[in-house]
């Protein structure tokens, strides 16, 4: 299964565009790109996801490299409440239910 | 629309005790799932159900058993508890993953918190 790498922690000024970097270099053709987030001590919240192309909801956007070797989650317009750990996350191939949550990336808005 | 629950919330054990964690979500998912959460570590799985009738394990399994009662609850059972298994757990559902609708999002819920003394 493709492994992801974050890095631990960062800092964002609030009402500027937080922008969270993935590396998930080992990604197979078939797997998707997850983001979840965890607010303090609260169950994790699904973000967005998306295969190759860029993906936008209401809460982020998601771009993936045309590699699919990285992502980036931009947060456009950080709030306090957007301080959490965010965790990116490959799927594993169809059939396998396993998903595995590295330690993601603690983000800090800045008032 | 509740989602996924959990019972407990909060729950403390004496070592070798035993007790069930309940989870149960009313979103009609076929698949259910149980993590734990460490101090400043990721979720670990422990184990899945894929669907009704059916569980495997994750990642994290020794010292728990689940019963997958029906499609809506999914129970983790600690026989005999330990130090080590203090922690947050976390059950989550997700939808069915066919080839057509392959990525079904992870809704959780919001812990039971197990300490173990």
């Known amino acids: 299964d493709a492994k992801t790498t974050q890095p631990p922690s960062m800092d964002c000024a609030e009402g500027r565009a937080a922008n969270l970097p993935c590396n998930h270099s080992?990604?197979?053709?078939?797997?998707?790109v997850y983001w979840y987030r965890q607010i303090h001590s609260q169950g994790p919240q699904y973000i967005i996801h998306?295969?190759?192309n860029n993906e936008t909801n209401e809460m982020a956007s998601l771009i993936i490299t045309e590699d699919r070797k990285s992502s980036t989650l931009i947060l456009p317009h950080a709030t306090l409440r957007d301080t959490a750990v965010y965790y990116c996350?490959?799927?594993?191939?169809?059939?396998?239910?396993?998903?595995?949550f590295g330690t993601g990336t603690r983000l800090t808005i800045i008032p | 629309n509740a989602g996924v629950t959990q019972t407990p919330k909060f729950q403390v054990l004496k070592t070798g005790q035993s007790m069930t964690l309940q989870c149960a979500q009313d979103?009609?998912?076929?698949?259910m799932y149980w993590y734990r959460q460490d101090p400043g570590m990721g979720l670990r799985l422990i184990y899945y159900s894929a669907s009704e009738g059916t569980t495997d394990k994750g990642e994290v399994p020794n010292g728990y058993n689940v019963s997958r009662l029906n499609k809506r609850e999914f129970s983790l059972r600690l026989e005999s508890a330990a130090p080590s298994q203090t922690s947050v757990y976390f059950c989550?559902?997700?939808?069915?993953?066919?080839?057509?609708?392959?990525?079904?999002?992870?809704?959780f819920g919001n812990g039971t918190r197990l300490t173990v003394t």
């Open positions: 989550a559902s997700s939808g069915d993953r066919t080839r057509s609708s392959y990525n079904s999002p992870l809704h």
């Open positions: 996350i490959v799927r594993e191939d169809f059939g396998n239910e396993k998903l595995t």
């Open positions: 979103m009609n998912h076929n698949s």
């Open positions: 080992t990604i197979s053709g078939n797997e998707y």
């Open positions: 998306g295969l190759k």
